[in-house]
């Protein structure tokens, strides 16, 4: 457990009877305290191996674990994904979407008759693993082969990237280079951000000379994907239990997990202590105010709040009319991207493939670059505006005033300004739009199958394959590209309508409820006032002591 966790978990009743004594502070998010101590018991990161269909991810994950507990011959259609961990006691559990869990037995989980968790469920495994012992802020990841189209995709990025440190790719020694469809996978970890090491697997089948030139060749390959190389590149052999450098890999990256314990947990957790400090400030009455400058105060506060109302509908307008072409560049990256496969597109379809793969995967990279270069840029922009306009009351410091809690996880750094606030990559998660997506990927699963149908009685003449081909192509590209952006744009408009009312109300409550604290505080200032010296004396020792408590922890 890190120092952090273990300081926030020990500060965590003294905090809470601090914040019963001050109804009047209002705090935001007011779920606060049980998320942070909810993180401080239990802070755990995933590691997801993706990696395609035989590429020996399961047979990896049994080898760490000590036994077949993962089953490592099933269908793409019928994989679902295992969070394995080490836990004194062993635990086997199915998870549906909706919350809804049930318990699994080994043989469940071996044999996969969990079909119930097909569309989206999931399984966990704590179990006694000696070789993850010390790695208690890791969870392995075995994500269904990529090979299995779109939904994979789904899987793997919009449910773990947000949650994740680092991906694994995992590359078996008998292929020795990676797969398009991990090309694919890559190119949008590489939108976000995400950190990639790779490992390649069933190492023993090629003499160690061979895998070291496979483990260069890979890395070459994924540097050149995503524009830098993997920060680690490591080997594995399960039959022969080898896993040295797999597990050196994976305490690389537990120790890599503090830094992010401290950016998610520890720092929006300091953020409310010192929102509540201030309020302790004013309670001890530090600018030494009396009933005459209290109000003076109040109605200055009053006079600031309607100011920056004004300038946060001027904002607010000006954020609306940036948005609306941001669409329409979207659009033109989805329309280029898939114009620029229209070959591959086409060979598709003549051999009878299935299209939804990689439009939809084109698609979603199309999105997520379009949302981080075109969408965020126009929201860190408003949230900096709207960030000047504060009454200097609410200024944002280095120890945050302006707490939009689970906004996007947006922290301020020190200053103020436009400069002051940082967004994460993607600001609308990629997962709202690809459910959107999915109808739109069966029509064009369907376009392709009409496609196959078209032109699977093919012709030896030359001639004729021509203008078969030039026929598909146009089918394609005046059918089939069109129909997809379109559906697409219709599932991404209320995505971005979405976020951005995020941001606004995000905004509206966080500033609501500095407003509420700092009027309810004045006022309780005036009635200690009012009830004598002794007694805001009294009072004010209780303050003191309670503000010591903030500062301490």
Known sequence: MFKQQTTIQQAIPAIRAVVARYPSWHAQPTDWLDAAQAQAQQFVVPVPLVGAFSAGKSTLINAVIGSPLLSTNIDPETAVPAEVWHSPTESLTGCLPNGQRMPLTRDAVRDNQVQALLGGGWIEAALPIPLLQGMPHLKLVDMPGWDSGIQAHSTAIDGYATRSLAYGVAVSADEGNLRDSIRSALKELAVRDMPIFVVITKADKKPPEEVQAI???????????????????????????????????????????ETLFATHAAQPFAQQLASLSRHLDTLLNSDDL????????????????????????????????????????????????????????????????????????????????????????????????????????????????????????????????????????????????????????????????????????????????????????????????????????????PVLRDNVAQAKQKIADSVQAQQRSHEAALAELKNRLAQGQAAFAQACEQYRADQATLQTT
């Open 215 to 257: 483990q260069i060749q890979v890395a070459q390959e994924v540097e050149k994907t995503i524009g830098k190389p993997p920060f680690l590149v490591c080997c594995a052999s399960a039959r022969k239990k080898e896993l040295a450098s797999f597990i050196a890999a994976l305490q690389e990256i537990e120790r890599r997990t």
């Open 290 to 493: 009396d009933t005459e400058k209290i109000a003076a105060q109040c109605a200055q506060l009053e006079t600031d709040m309607q100011a920056f109302a004004g300038h946060l509908q001027t904002e607010t307008a000006q954020l609306d009319a940036r948005v609306q072409p941001v669409m329409g560049r979207i659009q033109q990256r989805m329309e280029s991207r898939l114009l620029a496969q229209l070959d591959s597109l086409t060979s598709s379809a003549l051999s009878g493939g299935d299209l939804s793969g990689p439009i939809g995967t084109t698609l979603r990279l199309a999105v997520e670059e379009g949302m981080r270069d075109e969408f965020n840029p126009e929201v860190e922009h408003y949230l900096g505006r709207v960030a000047d306009g504060l009454p200097d009351t609410f200024k944002p410091t280095a120890t945050g005033s302006l707490n939009l809690g689970s906004f996007g996880g947006a922290v301020p750094t020190t200053g103020t300004g436009s400069g002051a606030w940082q967004l994460p990559a993607v600001l609308a998660p990629a997962m709202l739009f690809l459910t959107k997506l999915h109808p739109a990927v069966a029509v064009i699963a369907t376009v392709g199958s009409l496609l196959f149908g078209l032109f699977k009685n093919k012709s030896n003449q030359q001639d004729e394959e021509n203008r078969r081909r030039e026929q598909a192509l146009n089918q394609i590209r005046q059918d089939v590209i069109p129909a997809a952006v379109a559906q697409a744009c219709a599932a991404l408009r």
